[in-house]
């Protein structure tokens, strides 16, 4: 089973700045790639980025030059850097790592962009 520690959600003003980060463990095989994803109340889950072990990375339209995501392989930690931070950004983040045939999820963490 792998275990996620998922941090730096939070409430902040549109325009404002914040930076997730995942931590995975315990996976039986080589994590290849991670991401997050989002889900905002009524909404269904969408992709927000991810990024394989060897840096490529991928990002939805509405986050592109806002956002960016890096990795650190030996830690399997994952990071989103989030700026221009707009209400329409406000939902539960999801960690993501894809491990052999795998998929796994983290618990989630809050983000919510209001004045």
Sequence with gaps: QVHFVES????????GSLRLSCAASGSPFSIYSMGWYRQAPGKQRELVATITSGGSTNYADSVKGRFTISMDNAEDTVYLQMNSLQPEDTAVYYCNALAHEYEYWGQGTQVTVSS
Aim: charge should be neutral; proline fraction near 12%; avoid cysteine.
């Design 8 to 15: 730096g959600g939070g409430l902040v003003q549109p325009g």
